[in-house]
């Protein structure tokens, strides 16, 4: 199976920072990668796929980068409604891996 | 609207089967893979389990730690998706979110469509 290794685990931000997140793979996965973000008692929302598109109504200030076992998530300028938890998945491979999560709280 | 809405959590003892049920509505079911992903209290996120479309034979694929245990299933007329869950054991307490995949050129590429969930706890 492929392992994803999200880093950090938690990283204290200030509104209007720019936020970098990296998910490592342990295979390659091309760009089959998603990124997530997720609100306390919420399901999931999609952010990014296959690596770098950034999804319908998401704004610009998401985005992403990265191909084979190294990606990335960038928020350019943090905004207050951005501090969550944030997951990438890999869906190159059965099972469908998730990172384990970054945790991105007001500094 | 594009919606999907989970039911049928609850509390279960040790040993014991639950099904939840994924209702969908404003898309075309029929034509979608379906997913189950799980997430433990406190927990990230894990796969649980797929079922492809009428014309990918309604295949099912599960995680490890479900296989044999767990069942996914659909019912196209009914425009929903079940998930049967047997023999359950106290780490498959969690949330359990039914998700639509995005898929174009034959590949799946995000869960762009999520429900709300619904709590599992196993428990004596």
């Known amino acids: 199976d492929i392992q994803l290794t999200q880093s950090p685990s938690f990283l204290s931000a200030s509104v209007g920072d720019r936020v970098t997140i990296t998910c490592r793979a342990s295979?390659?996965?091309?760009?089959?990668l998603a990124w997530y973000q997720q609100k306390p008692g919420k399901a999931p929302k999609l952010l990014i796929y296959?690596?770098?598109t950034l999804q319908s109504g998401v704004p610009s200030r998401f985005s992403g980068s990265g191909s084979g076992t190294e990606f990335t998530l960038t928020i350019s300028n943090q905004q207050p409604e951005d501090f969550a938890t944030y997951y990438c998945q890999e869906l190159n491979n059965y099972p469908l891996t998730f990172g384990g999560g970054t945790k991105v709280e007001i500094k | 609207e594009v919606q999907l809405v989970e039911s049928g959590g609850g509390l279960v003892q040790p040993g014991g089967s639950l099904r939840l049920s994924c209702a969908a509505s404003?898309?075309?079911?029929?034509?979608?893979?379906m997913d189950w992903v799980r997430q433990a209290p406190g927990k990230g996120l894990e796969w649980v389990g797929r079922?492809?479309?009428?014309?990918?034979?309604?295949?099912?694929v599960y995680a490890a730690s479900v296989k044999g245990r767990f069942i996914v299933s659909r019912d196209d007329s009914k425009n929903s998706l079940y998930l049967q869950m047997n023999n359950l054991k106290t780490e498959d307490t969690a949330v359990y979110f039914c998700a639509r995949p995005m898929r174009h050129s034959g590949r799946s590429w995000a869960f762009e469509i999520w429900g709300q969930g619904t709590m599992v706890t196993v428990s004596s």
């Open positions: 079922t492809r479309n009428k014309a990918d034979d309604y295949a099912t």
């Open positions: 296959a690596a770098s």
């Open positions: 404003g898309f075309t079911f029929s034509d979608h893979y």
């Open positions: 295979q390659v996965i091309n760009n089959y």
